[in-house]
């Protein structure tokens, strides 16, 4: 009798929280989704060896901007998440952008592309930096003329679109990149784990902040697979945030849908490997994970944030930190004298 | 007595190309010198395996200049040869600097480096566009302070230099990214292959070309292992350039020995991997090799090549091209938000 009682006490004692365990991770599941471990398909563009390791080139090469200087990786670096010191990036001219450079990593789970959703996909999204002028101001024309003076490149088009009679075009040029980019996965972060069943995954610590990120709010906007990135919200929902968070002249959405209600609305921000992306922000002024956490508080939930869940919620955060991609830099065709000169 | 005279007819026939293909090689042997396959050892910085791996991650992080958008790679990148897209390299603030970045790749085995032989090693060289204002514009002290408030870095420091007490100084940032890029080296050119007896590693041709390139003079300079890169001339030793390839404001060693005589001497290029290279010259404002050619019989050997000499010269200089290093990109330690701002 006692050996019983004794044992349906200890059972008593540890199922809360072996309970409380399995509610989070079910909750968990109900919101988010683990970031497969396999290159996801995408729409329109098969994506093949040939298509990544012709896109991988393109990513890394200077040559298909103005300058010949800055490529996709100057700004998306591969190396620290994806994105670029900050605050807002730098390109020809040395002309500072409008806003944060997004990162590439993951980019291809979400719903659009860019702060503002203006581009459908990844291989609209390729078409835009190479032409715009502060970023690396180069043609369509001249990018095909200068992919074409080069034989390393007429090869890996034409393999990358064996079907294709011209195959060096602007349009296979994006999809190119947007195959690459596809493989931009992080998988196996410990949020993943925790989502998948680990029961070592995440810490004490690590499950408050999961369970104050679900029931504060945050994952209303934040949710998915790339925990935000796949809907639209106003930035400062409940109270502005001040100028140099928000600044007044970039009006996000409304800029694309002309809607009054898409005044100063933005893509909710992918928070996968957050913890590797400081300064924070479409206009990179927050230079804390914490720091952010609090802006987020006071601007979208209306509520001051306690420093001991603002700690709690970081510490969930950098759960979200996954192998990052291994990429073997590309050695680069060879260029001849008819591609066309950097100005 | 027929079928001994046609046998002798016969290797009578054949041993002229064979005599001459060994004395080519004989000869080339008594000049230049295979890329070894092995990492080289440097002078007072031992290469270990850690060293390399911080060196790596210094190479590759942008957050080592004063904009943190610019890395030793944004200049000599690993993918096009070990240098950029020219004619001279673009820095900090857009700025234009006066020469064309030399390459990383082989550049251990240079007798001194930069143009003007002003850094006795890579070490002393390293320290160089990290401060300079057109460059990196940086200063040591902002280096040790970006790499002292990152943990990765703090840790691979420790790693890389085991014995000291404080090893983050801005004379470790050196030593480690010269003993990455002593890895930085490119054996088995077909070059290589054929001093070291391969019967097919040259076409007729090539051999045509490297028997001129000798017999004409211009091994009198572009000799050793790195085919150049280890003695000092004036550039115009018969007969000066124009000044769009010879700018009359720079007057190369001159600068650094303050001798009249070393007025426009600059250190011998050195060859390997040159067909990577275009633009040639400090200058940077040749863009084909046949031209660089045609230049150096000119003001070098005063003798104008013939456009069959100037082919045949070029086809030997393709052999010099070379196994290129395989790197994977580093993943950069995470920045805190002690890590100084860009600027």
Redesign the interface.
């Known amino acids: 009798m006692k050996r019983i009682f004794s044992l349906a006490l200890g059972l008593g004692l540890m199922l809360p929280t072996m309970a409380s365990a399995d509610d989070l991770r079910a909750d968990a599941n109900a919101v988010f989704k683990p970031i497969p471990s396999v290159v996801p398909a995408v729409k329109d563009n098969a994506v093949t060896h040939e298509k990544v390791e012709l896109g991988k080139m393109l990513f890394?090469?200077?040559?298909l901007s103005r300058?010949?200087?800055i490529s996709c990786n100057?700004c998306h670096?591969?190396?620290?998440?994806g994105v670029?010191?900050?605050?807002t990036?730098?390109g020809h001219?040395?002309q500072k952008g409008p806003r944060r450079a997004p990162t590439v990593l993951n980019s291809v789970f979400n719903i659009a592309q860019f702060w503002d959703g203006r581009a459908e996909d990844l291989k609209a999204q390729a078409k835009g930096p190479v032409q715009a002028s502060v970023e690396m101001n180069n043609t369509p024309a001249n990018v095909v003329a200068t992919l074409s003076a080069m034989p390393g490149y007429v090869d890996a088009f034409k393999k990358a679109f064996p079907r294709e009679k011209e195959p060096i075009t602007f349009d296979n040029f994006a999809k190119a990149i947007e195959a690459f980019e596809a493989t931009l996965i992080t998988p196996a972060a410990r949020f993943d784990q925790f989502l998948e069943g680990s029961e070592t995954a995440f810490d004490e610590a690590e499950k408050k902040g999961l369970r104050l990120f679900m029931d504060k709010g945050c994952a209303a906007c934040h949710n998915g697979i790339n925990v935000g990135g796949n809907g639209y919200y106003p930035f400062g929902v409940i109270q502005k945030p001040g100028a140099e968070i928000l600044p007044l002249g970039d009006k996000g959405r409304f800029a694309v849908s002309k809607t009054a209600s898409d005044e100063y609305v933005f893509r909710a921000a992918p928070l996968r490997n957050v913890?590797?992306r400081?300064p924070y922000f479409h206009s990179g002024q927050v230079?804390?994970l914490e720091q952010a956490v609090a802006v987020m508080g006071d601007s979208q939930l209306g509520e001051k944030l306690t420093d001991e869940d603002t700690k709690l919620i970081v510490a969930f955060l950098k759960t979200l930190t996954g192998e990052?991609p291994?990429?073997?830099?590309?050695?680069?065709p060879?260029?001849t004298?008819d591609v066309p000169?950097?100005e």
């Not at 670096?77 to 998440?81: E, V, Y």
């Not at 670029?84 to 605050?87: F, N």
């Not at 291994?326 to 680069?332: A, F, G, K, N, Q």
Request: overall charge positive; charged content about 20%; cysteine-free.
């Open positions: 890394f090469d200077p040559r300058s010949q200087i100057s670096n591969l190396g620290t998440g670029d010191a900050g605050p990036s730098i001219g040395w913890a590797l400081a230079w804390s990052q291994r990429v073997e830099m590309p050695i680069l060879v260029r004298k000169k950097p």
